[in-house]
Antibody, heavy 121, light 102 residues
Framework: DVQLVESGGGVVQPGGSLTLSCAAS????????MHWVRQAPGKGLEWVSL????????DYADSVRGRFTLSRDNRKNFVYLQMHSLRPEDSALYFC??????????????WGQGTLVTVSS | DLQMTQSPSSLSASVGDRVTITCRAS??????LKWYQQKPGKAPQLLMF???SLQSGVPPRFTGRGSGTDFALSISNLQPEDSATYFC?????FGGGTKVEV
């Protein structure tokens, strides 16, 4: 079975940094694009970032571009979301998700349970 | 930037009813919308990524249609387990969500 397990969330002060990890198992990890999507408490879904199967293409929402960096380790089956210059509006539950495609399919077939990021002084 | 406007934001219906959720794009879209179901405290689940691309295990009571700028998700023979929030998605943009209460 496909499993995605996020970790690394926590409380951080505005301007701080945090790195989220997503451990993947149960599928050929290096065959698929991976995404991060976030959801503020009681709010809707916001797409954050993607990385294609080989790491060749990354893309970011305008709201995080220049502050967040997504990478992957296909030997360890992990994706990493480095977040810098965090703002209170970045507070959300961050989901890692697997695409159905190795490229830009944007069909998020499997999701983890999320890791909570709170940006507050 | 593309905007996806979902309506209604919430609805209440009875078991056995048919409900329709609409999603309007601010510009023409050339590919099918994706639809997700999210139950409280859970991660979203992909329902379909096109009118003929129902995810495994999703009952055929869920149907998607539309093209261009206007899309819809219909749920027929509504069941209690269909109580959830539904989101449409095109590429990087999600709709605001529709909470369905059965």
């Amino acid at each position: 079975d496909v499993q995605l397990v996020e970790s690394g969330g926590g409380v951080v002060q505005p301007g701080g940094s945090l790195t989220l990890s997503c451990a993947a198992s149960g599928f050929a990890f290096d065959d698929y694009t991976m995404h991060w999507v976030r959801q503020a408490p009681g709010k809707g879904l916001e797409w954050v970032s993607l990385i294609t199967w080989d790491g060749g293409v990354t893309d970011y929402a305008d709201s995080v571009r220049g502050r967040f960096t997504l990478s992957r380790d296909n030997r360890k089956n992990f994706v990493y979301l480095q977040m810098h210059s965090l703002r209170p509006e970045d507070s959300a539950l961050y989901f890692c998700a697997k695409d159905v495609s190795p490229n830009l399919g944007y069909s998020l077939e499997h999701w983890g349970q999320g890791t909570l990021v709170t940006v507050s002084s | 930037d593309l905007q996806m406007t979902q309506s209604p934001s919430s609805l209440s219906a009875s078991v056995g009813d048919r409900v329709t959720i609409t999603c309007r794009a601010s510009q023409h879209i050339n590919s099918p919308l994706k639809w997700y179901q999210q139950k409280p405290g859970k991660a979203p689940q992909l329902l379909m990524f096109g009118p003929s691309s129902l995810q495994s295990g999703v009952p055929p009571r869920f149907t998607g249609r539309g093209s261009g700028t206007d899309f819809a998700l219909s749920i027929s023979n509504l069941q209690p387990e269909d109580s959830a929030t539904y989101f449409c998605q095109h590429a990087k943009t999600f709709g605001g969500g529709t909470k369905v209460e059965v």
